[in-house]
């Protein structure tokens, strides 16, 4: 670098040699005033561009901002960063286990495997049960668990496998709890506490996605599921009740509070 009377050069500056002069404008008076250690508001000292010993013209580098060295969250998030912990690995599992529980009691309805009753027996069960339309009320429940449990094992189409098993399971409380007064929760045959436990483990699954251990890996309902969530839970319940109220007639929450 050399120093004459216009200012400072650096042979990296341009090809030639030259320093590139770049005027000090209006625009930027407090610039000039930070590359000369003024205060705002100040008359600009001796050493600041255009000021008494400086040169106008005078390129000064303290005006160049710090680059940021770390980038932000939402860069990193645009990066994909898998900072995830075991997270995706305990949403596997979660998917395994309910799934699992909705495919196995599907596979009784519709094969009799493990012990199970089979399809004429599922009607059978619907019709003593008092559900109009048994050969109806069979078919869906059947295909609710045995559709929705291998969706959820596979994490494919998750949010609506999620939502169908909540809706069977729901339609299953309301049956059992209908069929005595009071809160069934866990009293005998009618209790409702495993389904309690099931339907839960849907609704979390609804709002935390299926993590990136499914074949919805690369959708945005796997790890940031967003509003979808709450349209999904709605219409899982409105067609559990829906379901029980065409299907049954009855009101499931008698002799539970001011429901007499």
Known sequence: MSTTAGGVHSPYDSPTGQFPRVAMTKEIPAM???????????TPGPNAPGGAGGDPSTYTY????????????????????????????GLFILRLVVGGTFLYHGLQK??????????DGTKDMME?????????????????????GVLLILGLATPLAAGAVLAVILDAWMFKQGMVPDFQYATGETA??????????????????PGRWALDRGRGW???????????????????IFTYWYLQDGNPLVGIGPFE
């Not at 000039?32 to 100040?42: H, I, L, M, N, R």
């Not at 003593?128 to 929705?148: F, Q």
């Not at 796997?222 to 559990?240: C, H, K, M, N, Y």
């Open 32 to 42: 000039a005033s930070v590359a000369s250690g003024d205060k705002p508001g100040e």
């Open 62 to 89: 303290a005006s160049i901002p710090p680059a940021g060295t770390q980038p932000s969250g939402a860069l990193r998030r645009r990066n994909g960063d898998g900072r995830r912990g075991t997270l995706d690995l």
């Open 110 to 119: 519709l094969t009799g495997w493990f012990d199970g009753p089979g399809l």
């Open 128 to 148: 003593k049960g008092g559900w109009d339309h048994p050969s109806v009320a069979a078919a869906l429940v059947t295909a609710g668990e045995v559709g929705g």
């Open 192 to 209: 409702v506490e495993i389904d309690t436990i099931l339907a839960g483990a849907a609704i979390a699954i609804i709002f935390t996605g």
């Open 222 to 240: 796997a790890t940031r599921p967003g509003t979808g969530s709450f349209v999904v839970l709605i219409l899982a319940f409105a067609a559990a």
